[in-house]
């Protein structure tokens, strides 16, 4: 697509969005007469005539669209909807008849076979109403999108889509309980759908599921052997299991389905270089960036490729290409490795409003400016260390060692991975499903526990001027998981960059002997920068303690040599 023509493109969809429906038709038209077969362009048309009540109008365009893109199944169903509004029955047939073999699915077949029975009072949804649901999703209007798929799901039970966008909303708006639901429905509908089961897939890969995810793609692949997309996401999921062969044999398949799949050659090149395989890791990335120069995570990942090797001038240009939180974040610290102090300043005082509420570059923030001995323009807690609180669960219940006790048995019916990937847990297991997401008794007794502290925490500290005070969440939009570290276990230093105050509450702890074995230390150091003489400090927990600090605190375990278990409840209160 050219420029111009794409420039027309999102104008003429932001007209639709606005229901500027006469500007939009009108620029859908210019489109078509310098690239007549543009496939969305001739769909979104149609659709607009068949919306305005005028099926025969829009017929020439949905057919031009579907010629264009012959695999698309909503092309499919939107073309024949319209050839039956317009009262051309056969010629329905006969679409439908060559749709069974290329872009519709076994349950899209039936229900438009019963809608052509004649007398036959129970017609498709319209298709109006499916292009308003699906527009209100793409635009954030995730309630009003919800509404209407919910009752569109209450009307047409057996008709995937509305389930299809439920689980969409769902899962867009956090709540995966949900979106597994709807997903498993729209497969209970109709199991022959590749799409279907790969979606499902994503959900169980999402919740930790992933002997269920890995289930799901290879059933996608074998409906389906050409979904490039099904082939990535199982790569993803063999690779969490820590079959890495497999995985980068399947990661290879996906790209050999799609050579341009920016996605899947970077995330082939995050496989080779934990393989150690550094050179052609980079490769990797540098073809994820060729086959799609606006690809985020294949810069993030060759310039963290270069940061290692000390290159930092190539790494800076490469996080600067990305402009994410993360590489933002990362681009101060290769201005750290380069010695550029004043260009740190320079550059955190002139993304000041951006990076604001940014944990990465606030602890950063922190950091250089105890080391410089002068603040920075990021407000979001510059002495992260005043802010650590301690409490106890013996200030809560009268007998805290029993409900301990209580808490540790509903663990153990709680999933958990030994040392997860992209985690900062070694050697020992890590939950991943939300703890606090509809909890069991006692996990759920610790949870209101939890939110009494962080309101106490508040009061404690509502009069400091800072962005982590003043911005406080009005929400308790919580995000919880446990550890179990056996002997030598430790969490590497890190950070919370989702969250906005993070906490623990200890369950087990283990004897600190002479070194403060199984204590945390708090320490402004981080993983790519660090100085001897940053403050730091180290505190050894009693059981039932409960630790609250700012999620852009460093924060790691002290490894212990005691053969036993340390257990602990992490979480985040996330911002709004």
Not at 116 to 136: F, T
Not at 282 to 289: K, M, Q, T
């Amino acid at each position: 697509m050219t420029p111009d023509i794409a420039q027309a493109f999102e104008h003429a969809e932001q007209a639709r969005r606005e229901g500027r429906f006469e500007a939009a038709r009108a620029l859908y038209q210019t489109i078509l007469k310098g690239l007549p077969g543009h496939p969305d362009a001739n769909y979104n048309l149609g659709v607009l005539e068949v919306s305005a009540n005028n099926p025969g109008a829009g017929l020439p365009f949905l057919k031009k669209a579907l010629e264009s893109s012959p695999k698309n199944r909503d092309f499919w169903i939107t073309y024949i909807d319209a050839l039956i509004a317009a009262e051309h029955p056969d010629s329905a047939r006969t679409v439908l008849e060559k749709g069974k073999s290329l872009g519709l699915s076994g349950a899209d077949v039936e229900a438009l076979d019963r809608q052509l029975v004649p007398g036959h009072d129970s017609p498709l949804p319209d298709q109006a109403d499916l292009h308003r649901i699906l527009e209100g999703f793409q635009n954030g209007r995730f309630g009003e999108a919800e509404t209407l798929a919910v009752e569109m799901t209450r009307k047409f039970p057996d008709h995937p889509f509305s389930w299809q966008i439920l689980a969409a909303i769902f899962y867009a708006t956090g709540r995966k309980d949900g979106a597994l639901s709807a997903s498993e429905r729209v497969v209970e509908i109709d199991p022959a759908d590749a799409e279907a089961h790969s979606n499902l897939g994503n959900i169980y890969l999402e919740l930790g599921r992933h002997e269920d995810a890995e289930t799901s793609f290879r059933s996608s692949i074998g409906l389906n052997g050409a979904l490039p997309e099904a082939h990535n996401n199982l790569a993803v999921t063999l690779r969490e299991l820590g079959r890495l062969d497999e995985a980068e044999a399947t990661y290879r398949q996906a790209i050999s389905l799609k050579p341009d799949y920016a996605e899947a050659l970077s995330n082939l090149g995050n496989l080779l270089k934990e393989l150690g395989r550094i050179d052609e890791a980079e490769a990797c990335h540098s073809r994820a960036i060729a086959a799609n120069p606006d690809y985020a995570p294949a810069y993030l990942n060759r310039g963290q490729i270069s940061f290692d090797r000390g290159d930092y001038d190539a790494a800076l240009s490469d996080f600067d290409c990305c402009n994410t939180e993360d590489a933002r974040a990362r681009a101060l610290s290769c201005l750290y490795a380069l010695g550029r102090i004043d260009d740190i300043y320079e550059t955190i005082d002139a993304k000041s409003d951006t990076d604001e509420t940014n944990i990465r570059v606030a602890a950063f923030s922190a950091f250089i400016s105890a080391q410089q001995s002068r603040e920075t323009a990021n407000s979001f807690c510059p002495n992260p260390l005043d802010f650590l609180h301690f409490s106890n669960l013996s200030s809560h219940v009268e007998n805290p060692d029993l409900l301990i006790a209580e808490i540790i048995a509903e663990l153990q019916d709680i999933q958990s991975t030994w040392e997860p990937r992209n985690r900062s847990t070694r050697k020992g297991f890590q939950s991943k499903i939300n703890l606090f997401d509809d909890p069991p008794e006692n996990i759920g007794v610790l949870k209101d526990i939890i939110t009494s502290e962080i309101d106490a925490y508040h009061a404690k500290y509502e009069n400091r001027d800072c962005t982590f005070i003043r911005e406080w969440p009005a929400d308790r939009n919580f995000r919880s998981w446990y550890v179990v570290l056996k002997q030598q276990g430790y969490q590497d230093l890190h950070i919370h960059p989702s969250g906005w105050l993070s906490g623990v509450v200890y369950l087990k702890v283990v004897p600190a002997l002479e070194n403060d074995e199984g204590a945390i230390e708090f320490n402004l150091n981080g993983e790519s920068y660090r100085d001897p003489g940053s403050p730091k400090l180290t505190y050894r927990p009693n059981l039932g303690d409960i630790v609250l600090f700012p999620s852009s605190l460093h924060h790691r375990t002290i490894p212990f040599t005691t053969d036993t278990d340390r257990i602990i409840i992490s979480f985040d209160l996330r911002p709004d």
